[in-house]
């Protein structure tokens, strides 16, 4: 096995345990503190957002700073602190001490931590996975996928065998092996290149906001991402209700469509490489959506009985192009940009994309209340369709990413 292939695979396991240990402690941490603490709605959702705050309040920052040191030291010390912080929990259980503080604030901090992994793993990635990036984006989404799909189920059977408390040591357990591994890499991340002088943390945010803004090609991508996670928020606020009193799905049922998106995501994330090869890994970007789009549609024309299989078809189907999307656009974005601005530029995208959900579930709360949860599911369905046009009007005549206009 090369050297390459062997840091890559290491690269693999540690975000395959890492995942699965996330998506097991996704259902405990919420059923901990529902069940054990007996948290108010308003609580769990102090609780779950303080877990995603973090990316609007200091991605941005993150991203400069990452710019300026190399990003696997940044990593392990990610996983560690996660790791130490989610310890606390199963600690102050056992004490009797446990509250809902200290949930939101373990929550928040391991945000704080997140932030900096996703935006530094993002930039780190492309050092390992070497010429082949597509491949090595497919795999980690791959990997996303699986855990998304087998981590619900896992953590809920946990959660009951050994309590909820417990389980969050597995999301802990999960960091550590993800540190080591990142440890056991051979290959030699290049040290970041010396900031300009005088460019202070300000200058060189504004560098990265400036790359994007005058990036063609990257202003698209921001615009179809934001338009793909509005959509999602709009759809999110209305879709529960949808499927338990429009269409009358038990729970069992509502798990299996979800489970479904799962699979599908799976799929895609296998075959993107080679609809890259087939159809141009730029012009991929941009078709894998205009051609699921339209099954979009069919989601708010499901009705109980055999049209709960619209919305099935019009979930599967947009799985799948959101998958193919994320990963070949991510790739794209990688490529366009140089290393020094790496880090900057993923933040600067994750900080807008991420951003827009609140502005979505709210646009969609007040939809379903106003017009009904159908206007509210046409509303992200239209979105969704004409999600693709900046990215295809960027990207138009152009088959592969390689090629010089970009």
Known sequence: MSTASRDFRLLLLGQTTSQLGAQV????IPLLAVVTLHASPLQLGLVTASGTVAFALIGLPAGAWLDRVRRRPVLVAADLVRAALLVTIPVAALLG???????VLVSLLTGVARVFFDVG???YLPSVAGPDLLKGNAAMETIRAGGQLAGPGLGGWATTLVGAANVVLVQAAAFVVSAVSLLAIAVREPAAPPAAAGSGMAGQIR???????RTRVLRALLVTSAAGNLSFGVASAAGF???VRTLGLPPAAIGAVLALGSVTVMLG???TPRLARRYGSARIVW???AVTGPAGLLTPLATPGWGVALLVLGTAAGELGQIVYAITSVTLRQRLCPDRLLGRVNATMRCFVTGIFPAGALLGGVLAEAAGVRAALWTAAVIILVSPLPTWRALRGTRDAEQPRL
């Open 25 to 28: 402690s996704a259902v405990a």
């Open 97 to 103: 001490t446990l509250s809902i503080a200290q949930l």
């Open 121 to 123: 793993y993002q930039s």
């Open 207 to 213: 560098e990265g906001l400036a790359f994007v803004a």
């Open 241 to 243: 209700v949808f499927m």
């Open 269 to 271: 994330a296998a075959i």
């Open 287 to 289: 078709l894998c959506l």
